[in-house]
Structure formats: C-alpha cells, structure tokens
C-alpha cells in the first residue's frame, strides 16, 4: 500500500452499523450508604432494635420482595454491611439473622452507574473463541459508565463481529456486581521504594518504615510498621506525620488486586472506583491485547484516575476478565490523559503514546512496564478540525505498513472528530502519514447528548481487513463504525 506524500485521495467511506448501546437505568448498583454522623448511626440502629421480631420479620419480607428481584445474593450483601457495622451498637447483643439482614438494608443503597452516560469504549478480542463461527470474532468490550455525581466505574459487554462485519451485542442481565478485593496482596519493597522517591517522600519518617519492610510486605505489616515508627519518633506531631503516613497508604492502595466470582457473566461485572487515587472516577480505559512473546498475551490497559482534584494515568492487568491488578504509573511524564501502550515491546523496550502538555501527541519508551520517564514529541495539530488539540483513541494497531493510530482532534465550537495517522513499525518516532480530512465526525443525530458535538473512541480493533471502531456519541452512547483499512491508509498524506 502506497503512502501519497504530498495531498490525500479521497476520505475513507466510513460504513455506521445500526448497534447503539444506550445507557440502562435498570443496571443499579447495590453500595454502601453510611450517614455523615455516628449519632446517626446510631439511632437508626436504635430504632430497628426497639422493633419486635414479628415487626422485623414483616420489614424483611417487604424488603426483599422489593429488592431481591434487582440483585443477586440480596441476603449475603446486607449481612456483610450488618457486619460493616457492627461496631455501632452499644453492646455485643445477640440478634436473629433477620434482623442483621434488615439492619443491613438499611446501611445500604442502590446507585444507578449508567444514570448519565456509557461511552468511551475499548474493543479487545474475547479471551474466548470457542463455538465461533468460520470467519467470525467474539469481543469484550469496555465502557466508561458515568452515574450520580459524574462517576465513573468500568463495565462490559461482549458480542461477536461476523465474516461480512455484521456486529452483534449480546443482551446483558439487569444485574451488576463489584468484585472483592484480594486481600493478601503482597508489594515489592524495590519498586515501591522507587515509587515514593518518584512523589518526592524521602524523608526520615519513610525510610525508617522502609527499613523496617521485608523485601515484600502485605499492607498490614505496612500499617503495623507505620504504627511501630510513629511510636518511636513519638517526639514527632502526629499531625506532622500525617500527610507522609497518608500518601504511603494511598499508594498502597492503589496498587490492588480485584477478583470476580469465576460465574458471573461478563457483562454483570462492574469495576467500581475503590482506591484513594480513583475516589472521584475511573475513566476511559484503553484496553489492548498485549504480546509477551510466542503465543502468550494478556489483556493491559491505561486508565485515568481522578480522585476530586488530580488526573493520574494508571494501569490495569488481566488475563481472563476476571482477576485484575490495579498498578500506579510513575515517572516523570506520567502525567495528563490518554496514555495508550503499544500491544508489544518495540525492539526490546515497552512504548506508549501519551499527551503531555493538553494539545501535542508523544511518543514514551521505557525498559519497565511501571515507569516512564522521557518522551518525544510525533505529532502537532495540523488541520482546522484538530487546530485545538490532538490526542489518540487507544492503542496502536499494527499493520504490514506500521502502526495505525486512531487519533482524535478538536476544532471549533469544541467540536471532536476521529482521525488516523501511521507509524514506523521499527522506529514508531517516524509519522509515516496522516488523514488530512477526519475519519468520523458527528452525524446529525449524534450532536445532542451529554456533551454535545462529540465523537470518541477508546480503541479499535482489525476484523476481516476492516477497522472496526466503536465510538461515543456526544459523551452519552456507543455506536459502531467499520472502514477498510486499506482505504485508510490509501488517503493519507
């Protein structure tokens, strides 16, 4: 396929299937609701344990006909907030299970993930292929689910693209649930060492509590080791003491594992944010199919974490979809949104795509996966529809001809258009060509919505020579568009 080096053919044809994915108000989260006060507390626990057991039996029963129906496992959900809460009651009392299980309920509530948006989706072929049919893929796709309060959390729908590119979502249960945290997680005392040095804490109270860390600690020998230094620098403030204590733990806890129950339908889990560092949002995960070498790969992805008042990138790991592993991201061009790894390693070193200063594309090798510390500017607005700024639309995919690259750039009215540019295969520095005219731009129909004149992807995928792309429509829904790839690289200049 021959590159045009001086002015593009024709704009690629882009073909809209008829699949939107549309937010579901019915897919409703059961999550923790716990008053501001302990007076409150308190007293609603009062209340319940002033009720005869015939009372609480008739609450119950009206509780779970209303509820049991939204969830799976009503039962066990409100008896593990019952013992959330335990520690409230004003004495160790032996209750009936009926009334732990309405207490429970009480301290609990449904949040509605999709309420706003299910946009920015990321495709990846499923881990899966058995039972496919000659010609067709089966994928996951992710979404950035946007509820009450401009929350973000990570869900998922699969579906198959068939040998004419005909594209079926399969239709999810109405139930979602969050993973549970592994517990036994154990850190390497090198790399987290490094990773404070990073933030800047290298002060004494640190390195007494790393000195006092085996080679891999879990996050109780942390706070027990935390505990044990405040005690003997007791000369110290406390208060003085708190930021460092506070930014330890927080990394601690932003590099966690999270399992799912090995039944549960893909679409039915839901990651949540549940770390310090993802407080206020986990949004717009790249996910990519990644290489290790021969035949083996594992499914990586770039997040952004926004925890109120900063964005951080951040990583995510799994093979299955099941088991994931959260890891913090560090360095000194770690930093902005829409970091996008490269789905193997490009002579012998990992490599990312990233936006460092809000408007430019970079280009990141580093030889760890967890630390990125130089980057080279690729790529500067060029075209009116891309004069405000550039960014990529997840990671590259590799062709006989380079990298492609979704791109998307803004232009007027903020308006958000999808492009494409190519690199080097050996040298991804190299931009081998670009569209001079966007790939997809807001139809009509696609102009209203949350954010309105927008279009946005998170990552493509190849079927059958074909780019398929699923986008977000003006930050609300999830269309899907397909192209040819040799059409693509044909218009670029």
Same mark, same amino acid.
């Given at each position: 396929?021959?590159?045009?080096?001086?002015?593009?053919?024709?704009?690629?044809?882009?073909?809209?299937?008829?699949?939107?994915?549309?937010?579901?108000?019915?897919?409703?989260?059961?999550?923790?609701?716990?008053?501001?006060?302990?007076?409150?507390?308190?007293?609603?626990?009062?209340?319940?344990?002033?009720?005869?057991?015939?009372?609480?039996?008739?609450?119950?029963?009206?509780?779970?006909?209303?509820?049991?129906?939204?969830?799976?496992?009503?039962?066990?959900?409100?008896?593990?907030?019952?013992?959330?809460?335990?520690?409230?009651?004003?004495?160790?009392?032996?209750?009936?299970?009926?009334?732990?299980?309405?207490?429970?309920?009480?301290?609990?509530?449904?949040?509605?993930?999709?309420?706003?948006?299910?946009?920015?989706?990321?495709?990846?072929?499923?881990?899966?292929?058995?039972?496919?049919?000659?010609?067709?893929?089966?994928?996951?796709?992710?979404?950035?689910?946007?509820?009450?309060?401009?929350?973000?959390?990570?869900?998922?729908?699969?579906?198959?693209?068939?040998?004419?590119?005909?594209?079926?979502?399969?239709?999810?249960?109405?139930?979602?649930?969050?993973?549970?945290?592994?517990?036994?997680?154990?850190?390497?005392?090198?790399?987290?060492?490094?990773?404070?040095?990073?933030?800047?804490?290298?002060?004494?109270?640190?390195?007494?509590?790393?000195?006092?860390?085996?080679?891999?600690?879990?996050?109780?020998?942390?706070?027990?080791?935390?505990?044990?230094?405040?005690?003997?620098?007791?000369?110290?403030?406390?208060?003085?003491?708190?930021?460092? +204590?506070? @930014?330890?733990?927080?990394?601690? &806890?932003?590099? $966690?594992?999270?399992?799912?129950? =090995? %039944? !549960?339908?893909?679409?039915?889990?839901?990651?949540?944010?549940?770390?310090?560092?993802?407080?206020?949002?986990?949004?717009?995960?790249?996910?990519?199919?990644?290489?290790?070498?021969?035949?083996?790969?594992?499914?990586?992805?770039?997040?952004?974490?926004?925890?109120?008042?900063?964005?951080?990138?951040?990583?995510?790991?799994?093979?299955?979809?099941?088991?994931?592993?959260?890891?913090?991201?560090?360095?000194?061009?770690?930093?902005?949104?829409?970091?996008?790894?490269?789905?193997?390693?490009?002579?012998?070193?990992?490599?990312?795509?990233?936006?460092?200063?809000?408007?430019?594309?970079?280009?990141?090798?580093?030889?760890?996966?967890?630390?990125?510390?130089?980057?080279?500017?690729?790529?500067?607005? +060029?075209? @009116?529809?891309?004069?405000?700024? &550039?960014?990529? $639309?997840?990671?590259?995919?590799? =062709? %006989? !001809?380079?990298?492609?690259?979704?791109?998307?750039?803004?232009?007027?009215?903020?308006?958000?258009?999808?492009?494409?540019?190519?690199?080097?295969?050996?040298?991804?520095?190299?931009?081998?060509?670009?569209?001079?005219?966007?790939?997809?731009?807001?139809?009509?129909?696609?102009?209203?919505?949350?954010?309105?004149?927008?279009?946005?992807?998170?990552?493509?995928?190849?079927?059958?020579?074909?780019?398929?792309?699923?986008?977000?429509?003006?930050?609300?829904?999830?269309?899907?568009?397909?192209?040819?790839?040799?059409?693509?690289?044909?218009?670029?200049?």
């Amino acid at each position: 396929m021959t590159i045009n080096s001086t002015t593009s053919t024709s704009t690629p044809v882009v073909k809209r299937s008829d699949v939107c994915i549309n937010p579901d108000h019915e897919r409703v989260l059961i999550r923790p609701f716990t008053p501001a006060s302990e007076h409150r507390i308190v007293k609603i626990i009062a209340r319940l344990l002033a009720l005869t057991e015939t009372e609480i039996e008739t609450l119950l029963g009206q509780v779970l006909k209303e509820f049991s129906g939204r969830h799976q496992k009503t039962k066990d959900i409100f008896l593990a907030r019952f013992e959330a809460i335990r520690h409230h009651l004003v004495s160790d009392l032996e209750l009936s299970e009926a009334r732990k299980i309405v207490i429970g309920s009480y301290f609990t509530h449904e949040y509605s993930l999709e309420a706003a948006a299910l946009f920015n989706p990321s495709m990846v072929p499923h881990p899966d292929q058995s039972g496919v049919l000659p010609g067709s893929l089966r994928f996951v796709l992710s979404l950035r689910a946007t509820g009450e309060g401009h929350l973000s959390s990570i869900t998922f729908r699969t579906g198959e693209i068939d040998a004419n590119n005909t594209i079926t979502i399969s239709t999810p249960t109405r139930f979602v649930t969050e993973p549970r945290s592994v517990t036994d997680l154990t850190y390497d005392k090198h790399r987290f060492t490094r990773q404070l040095a990073e933030l800047g804490y290298k002060d004494e109270f640190t390195q007494r509590i790393l000195a006092n860390l085996g080679e891999s600690f879990t996050l109780v020998e942390l706070r027990s080791t935390i505990t044990l230094v405040q005690y003997h620098l007791g000369t110290i403030k406390a208060s003085d003491m708190a930021p460092v +204590t506070k @930014a330890i733990l927080d990394l601690a &806890l932003s590099s $966690c594992q999270l399992r799912f129950p =090995t %039944d !549960q339908k893909l679409s039915e889990r839901v990651i949540f944010p549940h770390s310090p560092s993802q407080s206020n949002g986990i949004e717009d995960a790249r996910f990519v199919c990644f290489r290790l070498g021969g035949s083996k790969s594992t499914y990586m992805a770039t997040y952004t974490a926004y925890d109120g008042r900063v964005t951080r990138p951040q990583l995510l790991e799994t093979s299955d979809f099941k088991h994931f592993t959260f890891s913090v991201l560090s360095g000194a061009v770690v930093e902005n949104k829409g970091m996008a790894l490269f789905p193997r390693k490009i002579n012998g070193r990992y490599a990312m795509l990233s936006r460092q200063d809000n408007e430019n594309i970079y280009i990141m090798f580093s030889d760890e996966l967890y630390f990125w510390n130089t980057a080279e500017l690729i790529l500067k607005p +060029t075209f @009116a529809w891309e004069f405000v700024q &550039l960014g990529n $639309c997840g990671s590259p995919i590799e =062709t %006989d !001809q380079g990298w492609l690259v979704l791109s998307h750039g803004v232009g007027a009215m903020r308006k958000y258009s999808i492009g494409a540019f190519l690199l080097d295969r050996h040298d991804p520095t190299k931009v081998l060509g670009r569209l001079h005219e966007p790939l997809i731009t807001p139809a009509e129909d696609e102009r209203e919505g949350y954010v309105p004149n927008v279009v946005y992807s998170c990552g493509a995928l190849v079927h059958n020579k074909h780019l398929v792309i699923p986008y977000a429509v003006s930050d609300t829904s999830t269309r899907f568009a397909t192209v040819p790839i040799a059409d693509v690289l044909a218009a670029m200049v």
